[in-house]
């Protein structure tokens, strides 16, 4: 398959990982042009522009990977590179499809991405949304976001909130969660980096089998946890009034709110 033309506005955290995931994959670095005003160090090969030139050739996809509060900055500068033949996916958490259309009116296609930061090292999982794709634009949407991991299309535009809260945000959440069981695990006396290798290989062998597995998490718990045993002991806190589910829910809800209120300030934003 001949590589597409990629333009990427915005090469941070996010932009990075796709950038490092599509040259893994075999994209040729000549086909990728990175327009950021840091002019971040860059794998040879890739472009990197500061900003757009009135020369540049039209993207077959225009990656957006800025921060949110920067669509309306940026959109003037580069709204020619969304042309007809042009696919637009947007990273921006809470950037909805119909701001960005009307940002980007001439585009031929926009999808609106939720990806996670394992993207880095090809562990990420990222969430799709669009209406009227045409299969060739599902199919290349699909081709950018492949190196970073897995790939799953929503149902619908609005679970982009959901799917944020759930694996946008995910990282940061199971991150805090080895943090508490590395401090507790350091109160009992481990050395603390012992304690992080202990915690970092059982979440990822626990996700693993997550994964693989088509059991419930709940079957799997029971599985670890004897009757009678130490597991149950701890399990019982964990369940006491629900107390895990609770927080879980809480957090998930508080971070899909700021998701709402934000696809509500960014389309302020375009619009004034
Ligand atoms: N980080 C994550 O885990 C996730 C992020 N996202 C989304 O990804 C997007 C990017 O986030 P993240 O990568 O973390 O942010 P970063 O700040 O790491 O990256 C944004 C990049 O855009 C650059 N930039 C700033 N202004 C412009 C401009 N006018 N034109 C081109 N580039 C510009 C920034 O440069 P400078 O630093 O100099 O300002 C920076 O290099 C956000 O919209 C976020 O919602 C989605 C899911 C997960
Ligand atoms: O915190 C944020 O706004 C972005 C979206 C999901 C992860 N990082």
């Known amino acids: 398959m001949s590589h597409p033309n990629i333009v990427l506005v915005g090469c941070g955290n996010m932009g990075g990982a796709m950038l490092s995931g599509w040259l893994r994959?075999?994209?040729?670095?000549?086909?990728?042009?990175?327009?950021?005003?840091?002019?971040?160090?860059?794998?040879?090969?890739?472009?990197?522009?500061?900003?757009?030139?009135?020369?540049?050739d039209v993207p077959a996809a225009l990656i957006l990977a800025v921060k949110p509060q920067k669509l309306a900055e940026v959109a003037g500068a580069i709204s020619a590179l969304a042309a007809p033949q042009t696919l637009l996916l947007s990273v921006?958490?809470?950037?909805?499809?119909?701001?960005?259309?009307?940002?980007?009116?001439?585009?031929?296609?926009?999808?609106?991405?939720?990806?996670?930061?394992?993207?880095?090292?090809?562990?990420?999982?990222?969430?799709?949304?669009?209406?009227?794709?045409?299969?060739?634009?599902?199919?290349?949407?699909?081709?950018?976001?492949?190196?970073?991991?897995?790939?799953?299309?929503?149902?619908r535009e609005a679970l982009c909130d959901a799917a944020t809260s759930v694996s946008g945000c995910g990282p940061a959440f199971l991150f805090r969660f080895a943090d508490a069981v590395a401090r507790a695990g350091e109160a009992q006396g481990l050395p603390r980096a012992q304690a992080l290798r202990l915690i970092a290989e059982t979440m990822a062998g626990a996700g693993a089998m997550l994964r693989a597995a088509d059991a419930d998490p709940a079957e799997m718990a029971a599985r670890v946890a004897s009757p009678g045993g130490v597991t149950l002991a701890g399990l019982r806190v964990l369940d006491e009034q629900d107390a895990l589910t609770r927080l879980i829910a809480d957090t998930l809800a508080a971070a899909a709110a700021r998701s709402a209120e934000m696809a509500a300030e960014t389309r302020d934003a375009v619009q004034g």
């Open 25 to 56: 994959q075999g994209i040729a670095a000549e086909r990728i042009t990175v327009i950021d005003p840091s002019l971040p160090a860059l794998p040879d090969g890739v472009r990197r522009v500061a900003e757009p030139e009135a020369a540049m």
């Open 92 to 155: 921006l958490a809470s950037a909805e499809i119909a701001t960005l259309r009307r940002v980007f009116p001439r585009a031929g296609a926009i999808v609106r991405a939720v990806p996670n930061l394992p993207a880095a090292i090809g562990h990420g999982i990222t969430a799709l949304a669009g209406e009227g794709l045409s299969p060739s634009h599902v199919s290349l949407a699909e081709t950018l976001c492949a190196p970073l991991g897995p790939v799953e299309w929503l149902a």
